[in-house]
């Protein structure tokens, strides 16, 4: 798995079709978050006003899985200034960070990385989280 080697940190887990379809879920393997998108900046899912406003109402304890957002940017509908006028519209105290450091606060403050699950009980897991999208 993705998680076993030693470069990979993360990985930021997108469904087809609908990138943030696993809602900002965050499961932990070797030590390491698989994270799901939070939302969408893509049209005919969010605008750039939408996405801040459901940004800005999100958890801002570092401690909380829901205060961490990964967002799915769709290339095709959204510009560079959607972006930046999404991130104007961020009221103080939410932040834009690189991926590097998005990983490294949740590893950090989200959930002890000793709590490891075995390989068996990851493939429930993801495939009941799996299941649980489609139903």
Not at 16 to 35: A, Q
Not at 39 to 44: A, D, F, V, Y
Not at 65 to 90: A, E, G, N, Q, R
């Amino acid at each position: 798995f993705l998680t076993s080697q030693s470069n990979v940190s993360a990985v930021f887990l997108y469904m087809f079709s609908n990138y943030s379809s696993l809602n900002g879920s965050i499961r932990w393997f070797n030590k390491k978050p698989i994270i799901g998108g939070r939302q969408n900046l893509w049209q005919g899912f969010n605008t750039p006003e939408q996405l801040a406003a459901k940004l800005n109402s999100y958890s801002r304890d570092p401690t909380s899985p829901d205060s961490y957002s990964l967002i799915p940017v769709h290339v095709w509908s959204m510009t560079y200034d959607d972006i930046v006028k999404c991130v104007s519209f961020l009221d103080n105290g939410v932040e834009v960070v690189l991926p590097e450091e998005f990983v490294d606060r949740i590893t950090r403050s989200v959930q002890d990385p000793d709590l490891a699950v075995t390989w068996s009980e990851y493939l429930i897991d993801f495939l009941v989280w799996t299941l649980d999208l489609f139903s």
